[in-house]
């Protein structure tokens, strides 16, 4: 079985999502599409983590930060670096900053939205969507 | 930094409507006009809900 035949698997297709956002439509052939979700996730990720976004472990004591951390999982790989660098750890000094909620914010919904693009590729794959 | 909060409620609709206007239309011209119905939803929407707290709170 070839790497070709590998992506067509509608459950593989989905994974390069959570490498680099938007992978999953270019190799799906959606090149200006992909081009376009991969600027708006990852500007969105940055504008978070400019605005002081917590990036929330999923060990963390309060569940609220849990299913924070949950939201930003979906944006895999970027989420990951930035929470084994340390990046914007949810520390008191952090969260008492004015922008917080903003950020956080900001950092969920880049996660959410990947996610939907990991659905929508899973959908392209299998035909139930379509672009005309 | 950015610490306006009018400046990040444009900048958060601007990005989410730039989002859903291309994972669901298909064309370019379809594409802009469901942008700006979003992108304008989001900022009057929220704009009438941070009036309507600010009046509830005084």
């Known amino acids: ?132 | 930094m950015l610490n306006d909060n009018f400046l990040t409620l444009i900048l958060f609709s601007l990005l989410v409507a730039i989002f859903f206007a291309t994972f669901y239309r298909a064309n370019f011209k379809s594409g802009l006009k469901s942008f700006l119905k979003t992108f304008l939803y989001m900022v009057a929407g929220s704009l009438i809900f941070a009036y309507f707290m600010f009046w509830t709170g005084k």
Not at chain 1, 32 to 41: E, N, W, Y
């Open chain 1, 1 to 132: 079985m070839g790497f070709k035949d590998k992506l067509k698997n509608p459950y593989i297709i989905a994974l390069p999502t959570l490498i680099v956002p938007g992978l999953s439509h270019y190799l799906l052939g959606k090149k200006i599409r992909a081009l376009i979700f991969f600027c708006v996730i990852m500007l969105t990720f940055f504008f978070g983590l400019l605005l002081n976004g917590g990036i929330f472990s999923l060990t963390h004591g309060n569940w609220l930060y849990r299913l924070g951390a949950l939201a930003e999982l979906g944006l895999g790989v970027p989420y990951l670096v930035s929470l084994i660098a340390g990046i914007n750890k949810p520390t008191l000094e952090l969260i008492s900053s004015l922008m917080f909620g903003y950020g956080s914010t900001f950092l969920i919904t880049a996660g959410l939205m990947n996610m939907l693009l990991m659905m929508d590729a899973f959908d392209i794959a299998i035909g139930r969507k379509v672009y005309i």
